[in-house]
């Protein structure tokens, strides 16, 4: 079957636009997750979703950051006005349910560049 | 909080040698480990997990780790490397309560296996 696709896959902005990255998980994972990696660096936590809930958003760097699943299966995660620093690849993922399934699928991930 | 380190950001070796990449992770509470792999132009994939039982886990492609407590440690180690092995290569810890897990994910920085003809 098909995995975690995202789009776009690659996105070049100018600094102050906004931005929306698309993540469309396994067809029938629960579990939903968002990591950003910047250059040389190891991905890092941003949010995560059961369903539609967002269970917890710790990882989200500043209020121009959010997310949504609102129905369960596509997320977004959007930038408001993009700053240079958000320059990074943005990674999905997504499992059957976090509880008792450790293995997460990631998807090929966006990489944003904020010029 | 959880925190992994990779000791080695760049690891490049012959066909055929043996490897290890070292991982080393610090938490407060009982984690699951596991190492993901990414190959050049593809996403993050499972190599292999730790989750509980022996201490010594294997993948299909050959690489093993062992957990070891006391030295908080989850070295990865292959014996004889391919080049197709060459990828880089990520250590994650999450963290375990009650036998379950949150699932989010904490990952050291990466190691870039090259190997070389």
């Known amino acids: 079957g098909a995995g975690v696709s995202q789009s776009p896959r690659y996105k070049v902005t100018k600094r102050g636009q906004d931005v929306a990255l698309r993540c469309d998980p396994i067809s029938g994972h629960v579990s939903l997750y968002w990591y950003r990696q910047a250059l040389g660096q190891g991905p890092e936590f941003l949010t995560y979703?059961?369903?539609?809930?967002?269970?917890?958003k710790s990882g989200l760097p500043n209020d121009r950051f959010s997310a949504e699943r609102p129905e369960g299966s596509i997320s977004t995660l959007t930038i408001q006005r993009t700053e240079q620093r958000d320059s990074a690849m943005y990674r999905c993922?997504?499992?059957?349910?976090?509880?008792?399934?450790?293995?997460?699928?990631f998807g090929p991930g966006t990489r944003l560049t904020v010029t | 909080a959880q925190s992994v380190t990779q000791l080695d950001s760049q690891v490049p070796v012959f066909e055929e040698a043996p490897v290890e990449l070292r991982c080393n992770y610090s938490s407060s509470v009982s984690v699951y480990l596991f190492w993901y792999v990414q190959y050049p132009n593809q996403g993050l994939q499972l190599l292999l997990k730790y989750l509980s039982g022996s201490t010594l886990v294997e993948s299909i492609n050959g690489f093993e780790a062992e957990f070891n407590k006391s030295q908080t440690s989850f070295h990865l180690r292959k014996p004889s490397v391919h080049i197709s092995d060459t990828a880089e290569y990520f250590c994650a810890v999450s963290e375990r309560e009650d036998g379950t897990s949150y699932g989010k994910l904490t990952f050291g920085q990466g190691t870039i296996l090259t190997v070389h003809p």
């Open positions: 993922a997504s499992s059957l349910e976090s509880l008792t399934s450790y293995e997460q699928y």
């Open positions: 979703f059961n369903y539609e809930a967002q269970q917890d």
